[in-house]
């Protein structure tokens, strides 16, 4: 009889941030398919979920994904569920109203691998300091790129997994990268970028490494890190008209306080208006401005104003489903405004 092992991946009830479990379900005869991931169960208690008295929570498996790292096994992304099948409150999945997938989401994930032996990124001697920023963007050679191994094994498991990694890169930091992930549909994005980070920690942990998802690890003159979100729907997609543009940006700023509560903790210490950031407590945008909270690309310019935005806001330990969901409620809000020029 074949035997399987289920990777049941979940986020916790840690706060301000949750963080990735997991845990392995052997079954027979699998198919491989989500329909036939059965509903699991853990004690809820041991990862601030529940009280000890009534532990019981419930994972919904949500996506499946081959996982090339184990010989027979998948990962299975759920979202947690109360024992009566309701959503956990720190379900951030279940806030998403996207029914139609109509919201496409780009994720631009940074983080700094790091080394727990000296609590340093990787390439940071003992005791100093590497030379300032630079060198290290889009670098290669081993006094400006460290960690490249760990990188590309880790976007060739995204790959064989069936994760549409878009790209990879260094990024401005020591020991800084970033990998992009797009999806049609802002769940999907969302698990995709959960699974992703996943694999990097999975990962990392063979090099003796962690990943640092902080929004800004290194203090004073050094880039933190973000997951930059790029989104489109059929209206931004279609829309040919800089004013359609102008009215959806416009509605993001009265709500920066909603969007900041979601978009990771600490960002403060990273949108302070230097190193390619807008101020946290201001709302800006502007074509090209990568100092702006939300950039209209130059692309969507050129092509009559048909194509999508980004906003640079959430940081790198952000939820992508609690920033997702909020994105589509602003843009959402904006359509009656939208209607009344088309």
């Known amino acids: 009889m074949a035997k399987t092992k289920l990777e049941y991946v979940w986020l916790d009830g840690y706060k301000p941030t949750q963080c990735l479990r997991s845990k392995t379900k052997i079954v027979s005869n699998f198919d491989g398919t989500l329909e036939s991931c059965p509903l699991w169960s853990f004690d809820g ?9 009534s532990s019981d929570c419930l994972l919904k498996p949500v996506a499946i994904f081959p996982d090339p790292g184990r010989k027979n096994a998948y990962l299975v992304m759920t979202e947690v569920l109360n024992p009566d099948k309701t959503p956990h409150v720190s379900n951030g999945r279940a ?12 994720f631009e994930q940074e983080y700094f691998l790091w080394n727990p032996d000296t609590n340093l990124p990787l390439g940071f001697p003992t005791g100093g300091y590497p030379r300032p920023q630079g060198p290290y963007y889009c670098s290669v050679g081993a006094n400006n790129a460290y960690g490249r191994e760990l990188v590309e094994e880790h976007l060739d498991l995204c790959l064989e997994a069936g994760i549409n990694v878009e790209g990879i890169n260094a990024e401005v930091a020591t020991g800084q990268w970033e990998f992009q992930i797009f999806a049609k549909g802002a769940a ?6 959960w699974i992703a980070r996943y694999l990097l920690e999975r990962t990392a942990e063979k090099y003796g490494l962690s ?10 003159d050094w880039n933190g890190s973000g997951m930059h979100a790029n989104f489109s729907n059929s209206i931004l997609r279609e829309a040919g008209s800089k004013d359609v543009y102008d009215l959806v940006c416009e509605s993001f ?3 920066v306080k909603e969007h900041i ?4 903790a600490d960002n403060d210490q990273r949108l302070t208006g230097a190193h390619e950031t807008q101020s946290i407590d201001k709302f800006s945008y502007g074509v090209s401005d990568r100092g702006a909270s939300i950039r209209i690309p130059i692309a969507t310019v050129e092509n009559g104003w048909k194509g999508w935005l980004e906003d640079r806001r959430p940081a790198s330990n952000g939820d992508p489903y609690k920033i997702a969901a909020r994105i589509i409620k602003t843009v959402k809000g904006a359509e009656v405004a939208v209607a009344a020029t088309v």
Request: avoid cysteine; proline fraction near 7%; aromatic fraction near 12%.
């Open 45 to 53: 208690s041991s990862t601030q979920q529940a009280e000890g008295n």
């Open 95 to 106: 806030l998403i109203d996207d029914d139609d997938n109509d919201f496409w989401f780009g």
């Open 188 to 193: 999907e994005a969302g698990d995709q970028i």
């Open 211 to 220: 990943v640092n998802w902080h929004p800004k690890p290194l203090k004073g």
């Open 253 to 255: 700023g009265p709500k």
């Open 261 to 264: 509560e979601v978009y990771g």
